[in-house]
C-alpha cells in the first residue's frame, strides 16, 4: 500500500546512496568536476547551468589554454570556477606557465587545493610560488580564502573578514605571503591564543 492507515501518503523509501545527488538537485552541494578536454568542458558548463547545479571545475586543462569555453550561452549565468593545485606554475615548452594567473587575467574565478589534507599547510608556500611567478597577490589570498567559499555556497558565513562571519584570524607584520613577515596575533573562536606583542613583554619582564 502506498498509503497510511490514515489515508495519508507514506513517505517514500529513502536511497542512502543517491542523497548526495538530492543535495545537488536542491542547490545544497557542489558538484566537482574533473574534465579536462575542451569538447566535454563546453558540453558541461551548458548542461549544468540549463539545470541550474552549482558547480566547479577541477584541472579543466583546455580551459587554461581557452577561457572562454567556460562561459555559457545563457544570458546572466555565472562562469564556473576552477580548482588548481596543489601545483600552480608548470613548464610547457620550455616556458613557465602560471596556470592561475592565466584563469584570473581571463575573469574566472580560481580556489586552490591540495590534494590531501596533510597538504593544507603548504598551501601558503604554494600560493607565494604563483605570486613569485606573476600571480597578483590579492588574488592568491582569495584563491585560499573567498573563492573557496563561494565554490561551496558558504560564503555567507565564512571566507572574508566581515560582521557576523565565523573566523579565525591571523595578523601579520606585512604581506602574509612575503617570507620575511611575522606572524604577530592569532584569534580562534574569539579568543586571542597568540599574542607576539604580549609574549615579547612577558619575555622582557623576566
Given amino acids: 500500500s502506498t498509503t497510511t492507515e490514515d489515508g495519508s501518503p507514506k513517505e517514500p523509501k529513502v536511497e542512502e546512496a543517491l542523497e548526495p545527488l538530492r543535495e545537488l538537485v536542491e542547490r545544497h552541494a557542489t558538484a566537482v568536476v574533473r574534465c579536462r578536454r575542451a569538447p566535454a568542458i563546453e558540453a558541461l558548463v551548458k548542461l549544468l547551468t540549463e539545470r541550474k547545479i552549482r558547480y566547479a571545475l577541477q584541472d579543466a586543462d583546455d580551459a587554461i589554454d581557452t577561457p572562454a569555453i567556460l562561459r555559457s550561452s545563457m544570458e546572466g549565468a555565472q562562469t564556473p570556477p576552477v580548482i588548481l593545485g596543489p601545483t600552480l606554475v608548470t613548464r610547457e615548452d620550455g616556458e613557465l606557465v602560471n596556470l592561475p594567473a592565466r584563469l584570473a587575467d581571463a575573469g574566472i574565478g580560481v580556489a586552490f587545493a591540495t590534494g590531501d ?22 588574488t592568491a589570498l582569495r584563491a585560499i580564502t573567498l573563492e573557496p567559499a563561494k565554490t561551496f555556497g558558504i560564503d555567507a558565513r565564512v571566507g572574508s573578514i566581515a560582521r557576523g562571519k565565523d573566523a579565525d584570524l591571523a595578523v601579520f607584520s606585512g604581506n602574509p605571503f ?3 613577515s611575522r606572524l604577530l596575533l592569532v584569534v580562534c573562536n574569539g579568543r586571542i591564543v597568540r599574542d607576539a606583542a604580549h609574549a615579547t613583554h612577558a619575555a622582557a619582564q623576566d
Fill in 178 to 180: 612575503e617570507p620575511t
Fill in 117 to 138: 589534507h596533510d597538504g593544507t599547510r603548504w598551501l601558503p608556500t604554494h600560493a607565494m610560488h604563483a605570486i613569485r611567478w606573476g600571480l597578483d597577490p590579492e
